[in-house]
């Protein structure tokens, strides 16, 4: 069954260092997304991409992140600067124009 | 934006009870998936269901789109069943298209 797929599974960086995030959608899907989750916090919306450029962003997502589709199957979140506050959860989701389907996610430690 | 309310907040119960959980948002939304979280992170899909009714096994939810509301109904309910659970809504326009989550409700159950 095909699946989001997110890589790291857990990164931990040094404040201040830029780190990439990585996800390989579902193939055939047109809508991507980033989320993030606080440890036991809501899972809050950062961007929407659609036909290769950001549908909708959060207050969230702010000069500090960015997006990108380097390729056919990728699609990276890339944060600027670290803070601490930018530990969390990142879930990645893909969909075709219905249901969304999300990776495992990638546990972000800021240190 | 959409806004997503979620009730109740947390729900203890023994096992083989019965539940509902509810879920209202603020405007008319194109997609509602309802979530459980697992104890490891994962973000389950449970339904893909904008209006009508569906069930899976001993899960069944119902969306009454037009007065903005869904539920969720977990029969039987086992500890493996413990875990936040999620609705999310998405609206696509000309601003773009957005998931948004719910904050979730916690279940727990016990044995």
């Known amino acids: 069954e095909p699946e989001v797929t997110q890589t790291p599974s857990h990164q931990v960086t040094q404040m201040g260092q830029e780190v990439i995030l990585r996800c390989v959608p579902i193939?055939?899907?047109?809508?991507f997304y980033w989320y993030r989750q606080i440890l036991g916090q809501k899972v809050e919306f950062l961007v929407s991409?659609?036909?290769?450029?950001?549908?909708?962003k959060s207050e969230i997502f702010d000069d500090q992140f960015s997006v990108e589709r380097p390729d056919g199957s990728n699609f990276t979140l890339k944060i600027r600067s670290t803070k601490l506050e930018d530990s969390a959860m990142y879930f990645c989701?893909?969909?075709?124009?219905?249901?969304?389907?999300f990776g495992q996610g990638t546990r972000l430690t800021v240190v | 934006g959409i806004q997503v309310e979620q009730s109740p907040p947390d729900l203890i119960l023994q096992e083989g009870a019965n539940s509902t959980l509810r879920c209202n948002f603020s405007?008319?939304?194109?997609?509602l998936q309802w979530f459980h979280q697992n104890p490891w992170g994962q973000l389950i899909n449970l339904f893909y269901i904008p209006s009508g009714t569906k069930q899976n096994g001993r899960l069944s939810a119902t969306t009454v789109a037009t007065e903005r509301y869904s539920l969720l109904y977990i029969s039987s309910s086992q500890t493996t069943d413990s875990g936040v659970y999620f609705c999310?809504?998405?609206?696509?326009?000309?601003?773009?298209?957005?998931?948004?989550f719910g904050k979730g409700t916690t279940l727990s159950v016990s044995s």
């Open positions: 405007d008319s939304v194109n997609n």
């Open positions: 991409f659609y036909n290769n450029e950001i549908s909708e």
């Open positions: 989701a893909s969909s075709m124009e219905t249901e969304a389907f």
């Open positions: 193939s055939n899907h047109l809508y």
């Open positions: 999310a809504v998405e609206r696509r326009d000309q601003a773009g298209t957005a998931l948004i």
